[in-house]
């Protein structure tokens, strides 16, 4: 370089250094430092990153943003706590296309990311990409069974005994669940949960009282028709989600029922779009997505200062949403 | 270089090609490497895109991305684009603080961006931020008064037209409108569409039947309550948006009116879910969030290709979506 710049190589030095040299001229300086970019060697942050190891880049690896509406809240709690600590996020999906994650991750690599976020849009138990060994990982909204491995997910158990909790207060005894058909984590917690909240409150379950259904507002909307068209019908229903509470409204319209007079309902998801525009308003539990994101990035950042902290696999207490779906049984 | 490496200028200018050479040895490359690497001189893909100018990463700069749910669309199709030509998509948001606008703007220049989406979440005349000039910059869903700045926009007028011209092509003629409030593109140019589609019919508008509200659902509700509480009310609404179209439905069942029997219902944006949600489905128009920003990409990356390419503003035609929401009108 000092030979394409020419001028010696102790100038050189002088001239990449970031501040101002007192040794040597402004034009000179200049000079060396356009050779310098022609040939690749950048006083920028980019190159004092990779001096010093670090690109101050995180990357996000998460199997898809368009279709689920959640995915806003986790990138921005991500990016938010990337922020704060001088990182900048960048955001990959794969569509869960292996292939195409498997692109994505090496280009990630390619940018020298310090640390990456392994999300998926809905809690489940992922394997992680052998592309990313060696690279910080946490995990956001899934887990392995890797006790090594660094995780936060909702904590599905006690979001749904928050939900019944709510319904129980309000004097709820003939308290009906419209489980998700599928087989994942959430399935399993929430119905544990509705369980737990009933035991403790010495409330007897109704074997009939418990139907599952797609976790979509058609799903809802016929399982909802059948539990409210029982004799000894619920007067309350817990729904997997807020589209199926959806669903659950719509029933109860078809019925001539008035929530929360005749039928009081409570979701999990807080989503927005949902809860806040249905009619009453749709008491719910949120899912912190927008504290998931900030706590993992914090903690990928925390493991790139210091790799010896020990991993921890945490999960997210969710807090119960009043809205106007929830009130006294109809006596 | 040389001098920390302790070999000639020219064993480092052959030991740092990115080809094996056969000048050097492999062990004498890896030392020059590794020297390299210490000083800042990295023979990686950041490195060359430094050398030949190209970082191969585009900057996202968006208003917001929690809380609407067309931003995944928007920075997928994006993405797509941008991993098509080789790049990657660093998304940051700035939640309309300048500020911190400013301040993500320098970061993305010291990650060396080729060059620039600026996205806002919905139609609306922006101003651009003096710290991207001389950044290749395209605008996405946002438009300047500067003609030299290329940009995407959805067509209002036409997404309008669409609309109506489905609720006509049904036999409707007493058309009701439910307009947005705000003073923003999409309220002027759906109002305007909304007009040419009834001129053209040569149907007469009705003062009575066009009712502005706030954009969500309890303003389409209230306002659509007001509409068909009419003497000779409308037989079909066209609503500003799905939420408020959400708010219409609620307005028909709470009058006892069946959709589309007794009125048919149109909104715009095809957000999912809501549209796919409602019951019966909605019948709307799309806003083209997802080739929005495949334009936005494409575009930007054609600007750094070829800084002559002449600008252009575009907007983007909008498609019907068909569901369940239009029928003919009772007779």
Known sequence: MAKAAGVSVTTVSHALNDATSSRVKAETQQHVRDVARNLGYAPNRLASGLRNQRSQILGLVSDEITTTPFAGAMIRGAQDAAYERGYVVMVVNSGLDSELEHREITMLQQHQVDGVVYARLYHQGVELPPALSGIPTVLLDAVTGDPSVSSIVPDEVNAAETAVEALIRAGHTRIGMINNVDDIP????????FHNALRRHGIEHDPRHLVIAEPETSGGREAALALLSQQDSPTA??????????????????????IPDDVSI???DNLELIADSLWPGLTTVALPHYDMGRWA???????????????EQVRLACPLIERGSVGPPRT
């Open 297 to 311: 990035v914090n903690r990928v950042l925390d493991d790139i200062d210091n790799p010896d902290t020990p991993p």
């Open 237 to 258: 229903l817990f729904c997997f989600s807020d589209r199926v509470a959806m669903g659950a409204y719509q029933a109860a319209t078809a019925l001539g029922l008035t």
């Open 186 to 193: 959430a399935t399993h917690g929430r119905l544990e949960g």
């Open 266 to 268: 409570v979701g999990i």
